[in-house]
């Protein structure tokens, strides 16, 4: 059974970071792309930022590039976000998403990201 | 950045009956089109891929239709389970991008 499992999310300040985490398991990890999606309380969705499956490319978000950044461990099976300088409008929760070159055909149960002073 | 523009934002329909969605892109996104369902709380879940293709398990009262720049998701006969918020999502160019929904609720 895929499973994707987010962690790291949390209340940080202004300014701060984090970390998420996303765990996989049920399937050939280093085969797929992998996407980082956020949802703001009460809004849609947004995609956030996308990997290759050996990390050889990655793509952001005009709104986080240079703030953010995404990397992935074939070997321990994880993504990861590295989340700098965040601001208020980063306030959200965090989904890790398997890419099937049609869509996101698996989501993990998603990370709360909230930045308030 | 290609703008998905999803109508109507929210959609009142009786149980039983069929429903409609629409998405529009604002520029051609091929058929590289997906359809999302979310329930408040949880994980959006696949519907429809390539605007037409149903997802494993999903069942066939869902359809998607479309190119291009015009698509839509049919719901012939809705069932409770369906009152949900749906999601357009094209694939076709960077960054990917999602419309803002349409909120399906029960009439």
């Known amino acids: 059974e895929v499973q994707l499992v987010e962690s790291g999310g949390g209340l940080v300040q202004p300014g701060g970071s984090l970390r998420l985490s996303c765990a996989a398991s049920g399937f050939t990890f280093s085969s797929y792309w992998m996407h980082w999606v956020r949802q703001a309380p009460g809004k849609g969705l947004v995609w956030v930022s996308y990997?290759?499956?050996?990390?050889?490319?990655?793509k952001y978000a005009d709104s986080v590039k240079g703030r953010y950044t995404i990397s992935r461990d074939n070997a321990k099976n994880m993504l990861y976000l590295q989340m700098n300088s965040l601001r208020a409008d980063d306030t959200a929760v965090y989904y890790c998403a398997r890419d099937v070159y049609m869509g996101f055909d698996h989501w993990g149960q998603g990370t709360p990201v909230t930045v308030s002073s | 950045e290609i703008v998905m523009t999803q109508s109507p934002a929210t959609l009142s329909v009786s149980p039983g009956e069929r429903a409609t969605l629409s998405c529009r892109a604002s520029?051609?996104?091929?058929?590289?089109l997906a359809w999302y369902q979310q329930n408040p709380g949880q994980a959006p879940r696949v519907l429809i891929y390539?605007?037409?293709a149903r997802a494993t398990g999903i069942p066939a009262r869902f359809s998607g239709s479309g190119s291009g720049t015009e698509f839509t998701l049919t719901i012939s006969s809705l069932q409770s389970e369906d009152f949900a918020t749906y999601y357009c999502h094209q694939y076709n160019n960077w960054p990917y991008t999602f419309g803002q929904g349409t909120k399906l609720e029960i009439k």
């Open positions: 990997i290759k499956s050996d990390g050889g490319d990655t």
């Open positions: 520029q051609s996104v091929a058929t590289s």
């Open positions: 390539g605007a037409s």
